[in-house]
Protein backbone atom coordinates (compact mmCIF):
# COMPACT_ATOMS: atom_id res chain seq x y z
CA UNK A 1 0.00 0.00 0.00
CA UNK A 2 1.35 3.41 -1.42
CA UNK A 3 1.16 7.03 0.11
CA UNK A 4 1.33 9.05 -3.06
CA UNK A 5 2.61 12.15 -2.72
CA UNK A 6 2.92 15.16 -5.60
CA UNK A 7 2.61 18.67 -6.47
CA UNK A 8 -0.53 20.15 -8.69
CA UNK A 9 -1.27 22.36 -11.20
CA UNK A 10 -3.13 25.40 -10.35
CA UNK A 11 -5.99 24.31 -12.97
CA UNK A 12 -6.06 20.37 -11.21
CA UNK A 13 -6.30 22.38 -7.66
CA UNK A 14 -9.55 24.11 -9.17
CA UNK A 15 -11.08 20.84 -11.46
CA UNK A 16 -10.96 18.62 -7.97
CA UNK A 17 -12.46 21.84 -5.82
CA UNK A 18 -9.96 21.47 -3.22
CA UNK A 19 -10.36 24.99 -1.76
CA UNK A 20 -14.25 24.04 -1.36
CA UNK A 21 -13.34 20.84 0.48
CA UNK A 22 -12.87 20.83 4.63
CA UNK A 23 -9.54 21.96 6.72
CA UNK A 24 -8.21 19.33 9.43
CA UNK A 25 -5.95 20.92 11.61
CA UNK A 26 -3.27 19.12 14.44
CA UNK A 27 -0.32 20.68 16.44
CA UNK A 28 2.87 19.13 16.79
CA UNK A 29 2.32 15.26 17.86
CA UNK A 30 2.36 11.58 16.82
CA UNK A 31 -0.45 9.66 16.82
CA UNK A 32 -1.34 5.78 15.19
CA UNK A 33 -4.22 5.97 12.05
CA UNK A 34 -5.89 3.64 10.18
CA UNK A 35 -7.74 4.60 6.78
CA UNK A 36 -11.45 3.17 6.86
CA UNK A 37 -11.22 4.88 3.15
CA UNK A 38 -9.31 6.01 0.69
CA UNK A 39 -8.35 9.96 1.45
CA UNK A 40 -6.71 12.79 -0.63
CA UNK A 41 -5.41 15.89 1.17
CA UNK A 42 -3.80 19.14 -0.08
CA UNK A 43 -1.73 20.45 2.70
CA UNK A 44 -2.08 24.13 3.42
CA UNK A 45 0.85 24.17 5.99
CA UNK A 46 2.94 22.02 8.23
CA UNK A 47 5.48 19.52 7.67
CA UNK A 48 5.04 15.24 8.26
CA UNK A 49 6.60 12.42 8.32
CA UNK A 50 4.22 9.16 8.22
CA UNK A 51 5.85 5.79 8.42
CA UNK A 52 3.57 2.66 7.55
CA UNK A 53 2.91 -0.78 9.49
CA UNK A 54 5.89 -1.76 6.88
CA UNK A 55 8.38 0.63 8.15
CA UNK A 56 8.13 3.23 4.72
CA UNK A 57 8.49 6.43 5.33
CA UNK A 58 6.98 9.51 3.54
CA UNK A 59 7.09 12.86 4.12
CA UNK A 60 5.06 15.89 2.89
CA UNK A 61 4.81 19.36 3.36
CA UNK A 62 2.89 22.67 2.33
CA UNK A 63 1.90 22.57 -1.27
CA UNK A 64 2.01 18.46 -1.47
CA UNK A 65 -1.04 16.72 -2.70
CA UNK A 66 -1.10 13.40 -0.87
CA UNK A 67 -3.17 10.02 -1.36
CA UNK A 68 -3.55 7.28 1.20
CA UNK A 69 -5.28 3.80 0.27
CA UNK A 70 -8.18 2.09 2.26
CA UNK A 71 -6.91 -0.40 4.48
CA UNK A 72 -3.21 1.42 5.46
CA UNK A 73 -1.92 1.52 9.10
CA UNK A 74 0.19 4.32 10.00
CA UNK A 75 1.89 6.22 12.15
CA UNK A 76 2.03 9.88 11.85
CA UNK A 77 4.72 12.44 12.81
CA UNK A 78 3.74 16.02 12.77
CA UNK A 79 6.71 18.14 12.83
CA UNK A 80 5.27 21.42 12.38
CA UNK A 81 1.52 22.40 13.06
CA UNK A 82 -0.51 20.76 9.56
CA UNK A 83 -3.35 22.12 7.90
CA UNK A 84 -4.93 20.77 5.34
CA UNK A 85 -8.33 20.08 2.70
CA UNK A 86 -9.10 16.68 2.61
CA UNK A 87 -11.72 14.66 1.35
CA UNK A 88 -12.52 10.37 1.78
CA UNK A 89 -13.65 8.28 -0.78
Not at 10 to 20: F, M, Q, R, S, W
Not at 40 to 49: D, H, K, N, P, R
Not at 69 to 79: E, F, I, Q
Request: one cysteine or more; aromatic letters at 14%; proline letters at 2%.
Amino acid sequence: MDIVVRKLSDEEITTLGIYDWPIWRKGVSTFEWHYEKNEECFIIEGSVEVITSDGAKVSFTAGDFVSFPKGLDCTWHVKQSIRKHYRFS
